[in-house]
C-alpha cells in the first residue's frame, strides 16, 4: 500500500517572468487560469475525500509548475495560511514547493519558515554555465550554491531538479553537475530529460535544425549515469523522467526523448549493466566461451529484491530478450532473494549473478 501522497497545486508560470528556452508551463499543466484560494480548498478536499480512507503515512500538499517564491509575497503568504491551516489540523503532513534558485533570499525563507514550509526544491537544471546560458536562465551557477547553502541553513528539507540534453550540454556536463548536487547534499532530487515542447523558443530551435534532441538510448544511458552518482550519495532521486498523467496535458504537444516508463527504463540498463558485468567475470572465472557450442548450458541465477524484479527484464522484457540472444548458453533463472535464502536482503538497485551449475 502506497505510504506517501502527493497533493498537487499547480500554479503555471505564475511567479516566473522569465521564460526559459525550454519552458511553456502553461501547455504543461493545461491551465492557463491564475489559481486562487478557493482553489486549493476543492483541491485538497478532492483528494482528501480518498486518501482519508487509506492508510497514509505522509500527505504533502506540494505547490508546483511555476516558481512559488517569486509570487508577490502577500499572494504566497495567502497560500501558505490554507496549507498551514491543514497541517496544523493534522490533515497534512507537510508543506513542499518548488522554485528558482535566485528567487531565494533571508526574506522568503523567514516567510517560508513561518507557515511551516518543509521542503524546497531547486530547479537547478545545470551547474554548467554554457548550459545555463543557452537554456536562458538569468543566473549563474553560484546563485545555486548560495541559495541551496541558505535552504540548508534555515532547517529545510532541500530538493534539486536537473535536466539533461538541454543546449550546449553534453555527458561530461551532466556528470558534472550530478557530482555538484551531491556536493550541496540535497535529500531528494528529479532527473528530466528534456522534452521539446511546442510553443517553446526550443522548439523554434529543433524546427530550424539547430537543436537536435538525444535520441532515446542516449537519454537513459546519460540519466543512468546521473542516477548512479546521486543514489551512491545515498540521494531519493524521487522523479525520473516528466509523469504523463499530471504533467504532460496532451502527448502530442511533445516531441523528443518523453517517455511514459523513463524510469524504468533507466533503472532497468542500470540493471542488464551490473548483470552483464557479473556474468562477464563469471565467465572468465570458470575459464569457458561465451560461445554456448564450447560447454554445456551454465546454470545462472539472477537476483534482486522484489521492488527490483521487474528492472532485470526490463520494460518490455527488452533485457530478457536481450540475454536470451546474446548469452544462449545460460540457463537462466530470475529469482527474488527471499527465493533464493532467507539470508539475503539485497538493497533496491542491487543484483547478484550466481552459479547454479556448481
Do not use: W
Not at 152 to 178: N, V, W
Not at 194 to 222: C, H, N, Q, S, W
Not at 293 to 310: E, G, L, M
Not at 314 to 336: A, P, Q, W
Request: with cysteine.
Amino acid at each position: 500500500m502506497k505510504k506517501h501522497a502527493i497533493i498537487p497545486i499547480f500554479i503555471p508560470h505564475k511567479g516566473c517572468p522569465n521564460d526559459c528556452i525550454f519552458c511553456n508551463q502553461r501547455k504543461i499543466t493545461a491551465r492557463t487560469a491564475d489559481v486562487t484560494p478557493a482553489d486549493i480548498h476543492k483541491t485538497i478536499q478532492t483528494y482528501m475525500s480518498t486518501l482519508s480512507k487509506m492508510d497514509m503515512e505522509t500527505i504533502e500538499l506540494s505547490f508546483f509548475g511555476g516558481s512559488f517564491t517569486g509570487i508577490p509575497m502577500e499572494e504566497q503568504t495567502a497560500f501558505l495560511e490554507i496549507a498551514k491551516e491543514y497541517k496544523d489540523r493534522g490533515i497534512i503532513d507537510k508543506i513542499h514547493l518548488s522554485t528558482r534558485p535566485d528567487y531565494i533570499n533571508p526574506p522568503i525563507l523567514d516567510n517560508l519558515k513561518k507557515y511551516g514550509v518543509d521542503v524546497i526544491e531547486l530547479g537547478v537544471q545545470s551547474f554548467a554555465e554554457p548550459v545555463l546560458k543557452a537554456a536562458r536562465r538569468c543566473h549563474d551557477a553560484a546563485c545555486v550554491y548560495e541559495s541551496s547553502r541558505l535552504i540548508k541553513e534555515y532547517g529545510f528539507t532541500l530538493g534539486i531538479q536537473l535536466m539533461i540534453g538541454l543546449p550546449e550540454d553534453t555527458l561530461e556536463y551532466d556528470i558534472f553537475s550530478a557530482r555538484e548536487a551531491v556536493s550541496l547534499a540535497p535529500e531528494i532530487a528529479r532527473l528530466y530529460p528534456t522534452v521539446v515542447i511546442k510553443d517553446t523558443p526550443l522548439y523554434d530551435e529543433m524546427e530550424a535544425g539547430r537543436f537536435i534532441p538525444m535520441t532515446e538510448d542516449d537519454a537513459v544511458m546519460r540519466t543512468a549515469r546521473m542516477y548512479e552518482i546521486l543514489t551512491d550519495a545515498g540521494i531519493n532521486v524521487i522523479r525520473v523522467g516528466l509523469k504523463s498523467s499530471d504533467i504532460i496535458s496532451d502527448p502530442s504537444t511533445t516531441s523528443g526523448t518523453f517517455h511514459p516508463a523513463f524510469r524504468q527504463l533507466v533503472e532497468g540498463f542500470l540493471a542488464k549493466e551490473s548483470l552483464e558485468k557479473q556474468l562477464k567475470i563469471m565467465y572468465a572465472r570458470k575459464n569457458v566461451s561465451i560461445n554456448p557450442s564450447t560447454h554445456d548450458p551454465i546454470k545462472v541465477a539472477f537476483i534482486s529484491n522484489r521492488k527490483c524484479y521487474n528492472n532485470m527484464f526490463g520494460h518490455g522484457g527488452v533485457n530478457r530478450k536481450y540475454f536470451s540472444t546474446e548469452y544462449d548458453g545460460l540457463d537462466i533463472r530470475y529469482m527474488c532473494d527471499y527465493q533464493f535464502s532467507s539470508d539475503l536482503h539485497l538493497k533496491d538497485n542491487q543484483y547478484l549473478v550466481k552459479d547454479l551449475s556448481k
